[in-house]
């Protein structure tokens, strides 16, 4: 089990940027996949970007793609996503989570974050 903490979120303009931080606790944190999933009022959980244990593969979902950059430092045991050319609809409760497999299903990850605020004024 992991506990993880995000920080980062806040209000920006459209076309700002910002950067999120999950901090993991643990000593096997290369073990883990970890993604980072959004939702917004009303609608589902989704999936946002996953990176592999080592850092060496990524997966983004399609409306994030070009914009967003996931990265993770294992030596400290923190992911960093990098959110660029933001827009409006990327406005959502933000959600780190720590799995043991490559998924964009909410159901491959075992522990959670408790969510930072991201919005996004137009």
């Known amino acids: 089990q992991v506990q993880l903490v995000e920080s980062g979120g806040g209000l920006v303009q459209a076309g700002g940027s910002l950067r999120l931080s999950c901090a993991a606790s643990?000593?096997?944190?290369?073990?883990?996949?970890m993604a980072w999933f959004r939702q917004a009022p009303g609608k589902e959980r989704e999936f946002v970007a996953f990176?592999?244990?080592?850092?060496?593969?990524?997966s983004y979902t399609d409306s994030v793609k070009g914009r967003f950059t996931l990265s993770r430092n294992n030596a400290e045991n923190t992911v960093l996503l990098q959110m660029n050319s933001l827009k409006p609809e990327d406005t959502a409760v933000y959600y780190c989570?720590?799995?043991?497999?490559?998924?964009?299903?909410?159901?491959?990850?075992?522990?959670w974050g408790q969510g930072t605020q991201v919005t996004v004024s137009s």
């Open positions: 990176i592999s244990g080592s850092g060496a593969s990524t």
């Open positions: 989570a720590a799995g043991y497999w490559t998924s964009s299903r909410t159901s491959a990850y075992t522990d």
């Open positions: 643990g000593r096997t944190f290369s073990t883990y996949v």
